[in-house]
């Protein structure tokens, strides 16, 4: 898989990190919108101009504070939107192509794709959940009556499916976060105003009061989880999904392409889970709010008066006031400020109990029989790779070749250790997506599945598959 930086110029992200990063990002979306976005006129012929772009520039430089270019206010504006627009050409942003003796700049297509990433990041407000239930609920029930031709339209409601359940833990994570940023508030109007600007206005899901309703769209997830596995186990449904995995995602094999199918089907079964993401985000909105309305409350309860409270008895301990009584303002006991009389009460530690130690008795004979009879039952169950390879070697022995036909199955681990003797068959026989074999520990046979031949006995009815030695 390509990494990030394969796919950008190495200077791509030297805008966004220099010491007017926020100047450049505003000129970037500035140009993408006016110029390179999907909402400006397009241009004709080879792209834009160089003097065009420069004009931009110079515009957007135009119309800024005077205070965000900080000691460039004595440069000309030509001057300043030329070396900007060399800036961007030279860090990638721009490209800038020669045809005979004129200029032409366009904006590569990654990274236009890449600055609508970042700015929908950027300016990403309250999620919005039912309109994304109902558009992945009505995308599966076209997908169920209609497997072949809704295939695709099943994989992107499964990414929007992922991107949903991301959503719903992102804003948790949020909500813990303007907590922290709450409390580290001082003053009473930031701590106000941080409250309902960050935590009413942004944290909270657009529809939130309306998740649990009987009209919300998340009334439908288990019936999307029911259409994923139906699209899932019915055969015909499957192989018609199959297939156009296969196609679209060019897969070498079946099985390639069920893998990704079984990926896609999984996002949806997150579904089942979708409870515990809500009662997860409930209760970290309603301790942020608890804490924040108790802070409120102290704010607005005793902070002024104590603050009184606290100057008015200083000024008595200082001398008399203007009456002429002294003393502290405070209900303060007569006596001196600090004496024996003032300290607490000693406290008596409380004794700890004695513990009463605990008996170990022995188990009696029909304990130690169940015992010992779980343990064989989990041993007849469990099968290591050396019970593999002896159950392989008892039935080779001499041969040149055994089938499963003459396996034989004559205990509950003879069964386990067939099942997973054909599972190791069917994984030497795989290949990967580069055409490779997948190494194994069993590397000294050879197994093959015949065409159209089935082994059948008393347990199972599978496709018959042949085990041999491998000539050194």
Not at 417 to 438: C, D, K
Not at 465 to 472: A, N
Request: glycine share 6%; proline share 7%; aromatic share 8%.
């Amino acid at each position: 898989m390509p990494s990030l930086f394969d796919r950008v110029p190495p200077l791509t992200f030297a805008p966004l990190a220099a010491p007017r990063h926020d100047q450049y990002w505003d000129l970037l979306l500035h140009l993408y919108d006016a110029r390179f976005g999907p909402d400006a006129t397009p241009a004709e012929g080879d792209g834009f101009s160089q003097r065009a772009i420069t004009m931009e520039i110079e515009k957007f430089l135009a119309g800024i504070t005077l205070a965000s270019v900080d000691d460039a206010l004595d440069t000309p504006l030509n001057i300043r939107a030329n070396t900007d627009y060399r800036y961007l050409v030279d860090t990638g942003w721009l490209r800038e192509d020669r045809i005979g003796v004129k200029r032409f700049v366009s904006m590569p297509t990654g990274l236009q794709r890449m600055l609508e990433l970042l700015r929908q990041f950027a300016e990403e407000g309250p999620q919005h959940i039912g309109g994304k239930v109902q558009i992945i609920f009505n995308q599966l029930e076209r997908a169920q009556a209609d497997p072949a031709r809704e295939a695709g339209g099943f994989h992107e409601a499964a990414l929007q499916a992922r991107q949903l359940i991301n959503a719903l833990n992102a804003t948790t994570m949020h909500v813990r976060e303007v907590d922290e940023f709450l409390s580290s508030q001082d003053s009473t109007p930031a701590f106000v105003r941080v409250f309902f600007d960050n935590y009413i206005g942004k944290v909270y899901i657009g529809d939130y009061h309306s998740l649990r309703t009987e009209n919300h769209p998340l009334q439908h997830r288990m019936r999307i989880v029911q259409i994923a596995m139906e699209l899932r186990d019915d055969p015909i449904k499957r192989e018609a999904m199959i297939s156009y995995y296969r196609e679209a995602f060019r897969c070498m094999t079946d099985d390639e392409a069920a893998v990704r199918f079984e990926r896609d089907v999984s996002r949806f079964l997150m579904f089942r889970d979708i409870d515990r993401h809500l009662d997860r985000l409930n209760a970290s909105v309603d301790r942020a709010t608890a804490r924040a309305l108790s802070r409120l409350r102290y704010k607005l309860r005793t902070q002024d008066t104590l603050d009184k409270l606290i100057g008015a008895t200083l000024r008595r301990l200082g001398g008399p006031d203007m009456d002429g009584a002294g003393g502290p303002a405070l209900g303060l006991l007569p006596g001196p400020f600090f004496g024996e009389q003032r300290l607490p009460t000693a406290h008596r530690k409380t004794p700890r109990p004695e513990r009463t130690p605990i008996k170990r008795q022995a188990p009696s004979k029909e304990q130690m029989a169940m015992i010992r009879l779980r343990w064989a039952i989990k041993r007849s169950r469990t099968v290591s790779p050396a019970d593999i390879g002896a159950y392989i070697e008892r039935h080779l022995g001499d041969k040149p070749v055994v089938t499963s036909d003459d396996l034989a199955i004559q205990t509950i681990h003879d069964l386990c250790t067939f099942v997973a003797a054909r599972r190791i068959a069917l994984r030497a026989t795989a290949t990967t997506r580069s055409g490779r074999t997948p190494p194994s520990r069993f590397d000294e046979y050879r197994f093959d599945f015949p065409p159209n031949e089935v082994t059948e006995n008393p347990y199972l009815r599978l496709p018959r598959f042949r085990i041999s030695r491998r000539t050194p």
